[in-house]
């Protein structure tokens, strides 16, 4: 058994490893700036604070053997939030896991860092050229991790993709709303770009397997993905499907609707940001063969399952949902002005 440090812990990928680890019989301390609110609360060691506070990073580094640093501010945060939790944030947690004689410290960093690539699948080695604050934030973590890499530490960085479950909110609640009330779904482009998703469950087990296997198979930097993904229109028409209204996925032409949410986000009406919709009407798609070969990674779940698996725990969770908004993963984001395109589908 070992005692891991979840930053982030309260978030929707900090929860689903708590559990993943619980399971596994490990002691979990979560540092967030929100409550632990769950079930399991009793179960772990809960500090609520904030990543930038070195004084309480150092303490939650207590006998600590793992560092899983999942915290980060997502892309609708203002510029000045994402730059100093991202960057400063990741540098005083690293740097007090390292002073602390931390074992390993995992990075969770995004395929964000690749931009708007113009080939796929996307390697590893590839250029990193972040799009926005978030992006360009995420290439800033990535350096710290590999600086201190370089000093000595065992420091694996994961890359996922976008990934959903049990908990996962975000952009992906306005394709459930609009299945849950049986509506279609309006897509940029005609829907045929090749979009890899992922499992929460396939990247708890990544992140398992970088704590557990030998240094020198972990001490690196891995692409995470679902193996098994269609193009963006069918697997989003398989919630409809799946949602049992007869409703289709609809594409609109992409470039329009690309420059019209640009004018939208800057009336702060749209509920998209720039990565999301000026990627979405493309293929977005990483090679995990680097993961499959050094990690013996092999993901469970495709798009499909994996969207269909978050949808159903929508679905069973809808009042307790329904009462939520924000901006961070755990809560549906604003519909903005598609509450009232949602009534042409």
Known sequence: MARVLLTGGAGFLGINLARFLLARDHEIVSLDIEDFTYPERDRINEITGDIRDRTLVDRAMDAVDFVVHCAAALP????????????????????????????????????AVYGIPDHHPVYEDDARVGVGPYGEAKVEAEDICFDYRDK?????????????????????????????DGRGFPMLGDGSNRYQLLDVDDLCEAICLCMTLPEEATNDTFNIGAEDFTTMGEDYQAVLDYAGFGMKVTGLPAEPAIWLLRLLESLQLSPLYKWVYETAAKDSYVSIKKAQEQLGFRPMFSNKDALIRNYQWYLDNIDDIESQSGISHRAPWSQGILKLAKLLF
Do not use: C
């Open 152 to 180: 000595g530490m065992t420091v694996p960085v994961i890359r996922p993709k976008s990934f959903v479950g049990p908990e996962r909110l975000g952009v992906f609640a306005l394709l459930y709303d609009w299945a849950k």
């Open 76 to 111: 609708l945060y203002s510029t000045e939030e994402i730059y100093s939790t991202d960057i400063d944030g990741t540098r005083n947690v690293i740097d007090a896991a390292r002073q602390s004689g931390v074992q390993r410290f995992i990075h969770i960093s995004s395929t």
